[in-house]
Structure formats: C-alpha cells, structure tokens
C-alpha cells in the first residue's frame, strides 16, 4: 500500500468508529483492504469488550476468503491491535497490519477504565513470537491524532 492509500484506508476505519461509537459501543474501527491496496472487502466496529474490530474482521476475512488471498490483504485498524486482536489476525493469515495509534496513546486516554483493561503489549512483540513474518505498520502520525480525537471524551463519559 503506498502511504496514501493507507491514510485513506485510515480514515475509514475512523469512520467505522465514529459509528460504533454513535452505537454506544467503544470508539474502534477496522476495515480489510484488498492486494489492490483500494478496495474495502469489509469493515468492523468494535462490538462489546471481548469482540473487538479487528478480532471480528479477522474471523469473518477467515471465512469467506482463502488464506493464500488473506495473506496478500491489509487489516487496517484505528489504534494497534490489543494481544486477542493480533492473534486473530495472525491465525486468519492476513498478511499486513496497519494502524493508526499506538497502545500506549489508547492507555493514556483509557487509564484504568474498567471497560478497556488495556495490555501493554505490542502488536510486534505477538507477531514476533510466532512462525509467520507479518509485516506490521505504525503508528502514522500524519493521522494519528485524528484516531486518538475520536477517543477524547469518551472514556470520561463512560465513567470509571
């Protein structure tokens, strides 16, 4: 993907956010981008605490294409992928994970938030682990405050 087709692609994981978010659910968006690097196969809010945007997309990309097709594909995802996302990802064979913040920004806004007991384990650290090289981008910062913007207010709403 060239780098404007991953701030694009970006961008409409936020979107994807913003309506999870109008749904009540926790502000995280995910699209799948196709090898052509343009073409949205599916995109996912987040759902409730243990079904996550990127977990989700990555179970419904699993069945409905072939891994040797997912490993050419881009999960695109708001924030980095918490530990059950990248393990997901990883078992569904998507080849690329592009995001647009990092965990710790996501921490500092979430703080001790009982509704996201935030891991401080990066996405690379998982991937790292495993038997698979999967090719990991971010943060992007020329976007990155544009994910965290979506996030302010929320969590203080939500209460502690």
């Known amino acids: 993907m060239t780098r404007d087709q991953i701030i694009r692609a970006l961008r409409r994981a936020d979107e994807v956010a913003r309506r999870a978010m109008a749904m009540g659910r926790h502000p995280f968006g995910a699209v799948l981008v196709a090898p052509d690097g343009e073409t949205i196969l599916a995109e996912q809010g987040n759902i409730d605490t243990v079904n996550h945007a990127e977990a989700t997309l990555a179970r419904h990309a699993a069945q409905n294409w072939p891994a040797d097709y997912l490993w050419q594909c881009t999960l695109v995802t708001t924030f980095e992928p918490c530990a059950m996302c990248a393990g997901t990802g990883y078992w569904a064979h998507i ?62 709403s939500r209460g502690a």
């Open 95 to 156: 080849g690329r994970i592009v995001y647009g913040a990092e965990e710790s920004a996501l921490l500092a806004l979430t703080g001790d938030h009982p509704e996201n007991p935030t891991l401080s384990l990066p996405c690379r650290e998982v991937f790292a682990r495993g038997q698979k090289k999967i090719e990991v981008i971010g943060p992007v910062p020329e976007v990155a405050e544009e994910m965290i913007a979506t996030h302010r207010g929320f969590w203080e």
